[in-house]
């Protein structure tokens, strides 16, 4: 059917390019390499389209291929010498066609070292300006630059404007808002007040509430100025210290007493810090315990008691030697059998004191009429013992009593995450524990106790450069 006369003038002007189809299957074939002239491709589509392409369009194709090569040769030069550029490996021989025209020599020195000697926001402007300058398109240094499009369009446009010098200045006139001490002193007439006041239903303030709170007072401004500002203040978070307090009356008369006493401690003269551990029953124990990945230990809630021990020890302060005995229960009578004890074992020494806590089989009239009697010169000299000084604890103060810290040693190295067959066994691993300390510390002399000891008017029986280190032998 032949076409109208009007169509038929402009027919040429519609028709249906003959490779848009399939020029993206080319240019793959034209990127690897497979093949790279135009009758070999030609000849490739007519065998895999017959009839479709006739041969006199052989060079159409091979007018396409060579634009497509034009433009890729100069896009792939473009590209690598904006890549030279932001490796800092363009000299600046490279530029004196722009010079006097659109840029100063001193301003491509200034950009060059902007590229070669400082950060990326600094490098990125600077490759942006001089690669614009020598004529590559800006669609290109924002795909090298991996940056967007407009924001290429603005480091050249700020170029223009300010020059080179300003255009990688950062600073700003406008005073940070932590440094404001209009916001500061905002900040902290807040902070001085309880949070109640503000209807913010909490005893201390958190970084948001003061942040709403400072918006509502007309000064917005954000977490991270309001925590410049604490921090510039010298302000932090602290939990308050729970503080080991005494309820006798006499406490601090019965602690000078104590550091007196320990102060002029002459080398013949001993003191005792002596307290009880337990009853316990002996069974598993839990504790802390390294656990391998996917395993939980676990301790029976209710388990049959093998046993129990109560053992009562003493401390020897100026040479960390303990005595230690076990008991049926605690009372009066095991007091005097621990005294009876330690005159035995110390009585080539003058002068011994006792310091235990108020416990009330440590004040019995019992206690106080057999140190009495082993006191007599009478006593004294038929058995050799030294005499005995009592110095009593503050009541309610058993962090005084030195003690109190080998026996939680003695509990997490060999009671916690125990499970011993026995009472007997148990009873061999405390032995073994405290000849094992008694030993060490015949070898590595410390004394117990430092800090009751106050400033010493005579020498310290042992030198304080033995300190121990030790974390088991506390």
């Known amino acids: 059917m032949p076409l109208p006369v009007e169509q038929s003038n402009r027919w040429w002007r519609t028709r249906h390019a003959p490779f848009v189809d399939v020029w993206p299957e080319i240019c793959g074939m034209l990127e690897s390499g497979s093949a790279r002239d135009a009758t070999v491709i030609f000849k490739d589509i007519q065998l895999r389209f017959p009839a479709q392409f006739a041969s006199g369009q052989l060079r159409t194709l091979q007018r396409k291929i060579s634009e497509w090569r034009r433009k890729t040769c100069v896009n792939d030069r473009y590209e690598l010498w904006t890549l030279r550029l932001l490796q800092g490996k363009i000299e600046e021989g490279e530029y004196r066609h722009l010079f006097d025209s659109k840029i100063t020599q001193q301003e491509v020195s200034f950009l060059l070292d902007q590229i070669c000697y400082r950060s990326i926001r600094y490098r990125n402007r600077a490759v942006a300006v001089l690669a614009k300058l020598n004529g590559i398109p800006i669609p290109i240094i924002a795909n090298i630059l991996q940056v967007d499009l407009k924001t290429t369009h603005g480091y050249i446009q700020k170029f223009e404007a300010v020059g080179a010098s300003k255009f990688v200045d950062f600073s700003r006139d406008v005073v940070k808002k932590a440094n404001s001490q209009d916001y500061i002193d905002a900040l902290f007439s807040i902070l001085h007040e309880p949070p109640s006041l503000y209807e913010v239903n909490r005893t201390r303030w958190e970084m948001e509430d003061l942040q709403h709170v400072m918006a509502r007072k ?12 604490i921090r510039n203040a010298g302000y932090k978070f602290r939990k308050a210290r729970k503080v080991l307090t005494s309820t006798d009356p006499a406490y601090r008369q019965k602690l000078e007493e104590i550091t007196r006493t320990l102060s002029g401690l002459t080398e013949s003269q001993k003191f005792f810090s002596i307290d009880e551990f337990g009853p316990f029953a002996v069974k598993m124990q839990g504790g802390r315990a390294l656990t391998a990945p996917g395993q939980e230990r676990v301790v029976p809630q209710w388990q049959k008691s093998k046993g129990s021990l109560t053992l009562i020890g003493a401390l020897e302060l100026s040479t960390n030697q303990i005595t230690h005995f076990y008991a049926t229960r605690k009372n009066t009578v095991e007091m005097i059998k621990l005294t009876q004890i ?18 009330s089989w440590h004040a019995s009239k019992a206690i106080f009429a057999e140190v009495a009697r082993l006191n007599e010169y009478g006593y004294r000299t038929l058995h050799h013992t030294p005499s005995i000084a ?15 810290s080998i026996f939680s040693g003695m509990a997490r190295a060999i009671i916690h995450n125990s499970d011993y067959a026995s009472v007997e066994d148990c009873k061999a691993a405390i032995d073994r524990y405290f000849v094992e300390r008694n030993e060490f510390f015949v070898v590595h002399p410390k004394r117990a106790g430092d800090k009751i000891w106050g400033k010493e008017r005579v020498p310290p029986v042992f030198s304080p450069s033995n300190n121990c280190k030790d974390p088991l032998y506390r």
């Not at 007309?218 to 500002?229: C, D, E, P, V």
């Open 390 to 404: 009592l110095v009593p604890l503050p009541a309610s103060a058993q962090f005084l009593n030195v003690i109190e």
């Open 342 to 359: 330690l005159l035995d074992q110390y009585n080539d020494e003058s002068l011994i004191y006792l310091s235990w806590d108020a416990a």
């Open 218 to 229: 007309g000064f917005s401004i954000s977490l991270a100025n309001i925590r410049q500002i």
